[in-house]
């Protein structure tokens, strides 16, 4: 069970401890860009990584499109991978839509998840005015599902390019445009389309542990509003600003995303 897990989601365990950090990638991602950061936890923790399905290395073949409707089936993958591996008092890192995922798994996962971080997270992309500013318009966001279909090199390249700002390293948007590549286009879209259509708003309301939202101070794709509307929302919450820029500061500002974490492990 476990070997098959393994391969289906290309999990990997690195460090040292015996806390266990669990690291979800965001939004068309993979394991690959926590690189920039895990040194500085696996000699206390003990660090896991896997590619959500239809991304990275994991088993394409293993995509089913209904199930993944939803974040549900994400979450259902990961209760899976807990009890398969006996994963206990789990802190989850989790970045944009990885960090909503695992904070969905806290309220699935029958006590076995202490904290999460959320880096860049949303529970709603699109706007809900006047009671609601997520960033998008439903028009906006059917632009860039048409953009995404109709050219999936160019919106990568637009994308990539939103994510990080332009004062960053040339390099860091180089990864990130080459992993938006190289991901699956039909996976990709729809992966894309159920993230920026989706409302959990509601699920803020009765998170069972400890939570911790890293906003950057400008994020193309998550507003300051929506930070501070799910720190107001989550119980007992912490919202910590980092001056990094961008969507990926784990990527962009590795020292800095990396500390942050750590301030509050």
Excluded at 200 to 226: N, W
Aim: aromatic letters at 12%; proline letters at 3%; hydrophobic letters at 40%.
């Amino acid at each position: 069970m476990r070997e098959e897990l393994k391969n289906q989601f290309a999990i990997e365990e690195e460090g040292e401890g015996e806390e266990i950090l669990l690291f979800l990638h965001g939004f068309p991602s993979s394991k690959e860009t926590w690189q920039w950061v895990k040194d500085s936890f696996r000699q206390k923790y003990k660090l896991v990584f896997l590619d959500f399905s239809g991304c990275g290395a994991s088993d394409h073949t293993a995509y089913d499109v209904k199930k993944y409707a939803t974040l549900k089936g994400y979450v259902e993958d990961l209760l899976v991978i807990l009890k398969a591996f006996d994963y206990k008092n789990v802190t989850i890192v989790g970045h944009s839509v990885g960090g909503l995922i695992g904070l969905l798994l806290s309220k699935a996962a029958e006590g076995r998840v202490k904290k999460v971080f959320m880096i860049g997270a949303s529970p709603r992309y699109k706007n809900d005015i006047p009671g609601y500013f997520g960033g998008f318009t439903e028009e906006e966001i059917y632009q860039v599902l048409d953009l995404m279909e109709e050219n999936f090199s160019g919106w990568a390249s637009y994308i990539s390019r939103a994510a990080l700002m332009e004062s960053e390293e040339s390099a860091h948007t180089a990864f990130v445009e080459e992993s938006f590549r190289a991901s699956h286009p039909k996976y990709t879209y729809h992966f894309l389309k159920v993230t920026l259509l989706m409302d959990h708003r509601k699920e803020l309301l009765d998170v069972p542990c400890e939570t911790i939202i890293l906003q950057c101070a400008k994020d193309s794709f998550v507003s300051m509003e929506v930070a501070e509307y799910m720190h107001r929302k989550i119980p007992g919450s912490t919202l910590h600003l980092l001056s990094a820029r961008g969507h990926y500061p784990h990527i962009s500002h590795p020292e800095e995303t990396a500390a942050a974490i750590l301030n509050y492990l």
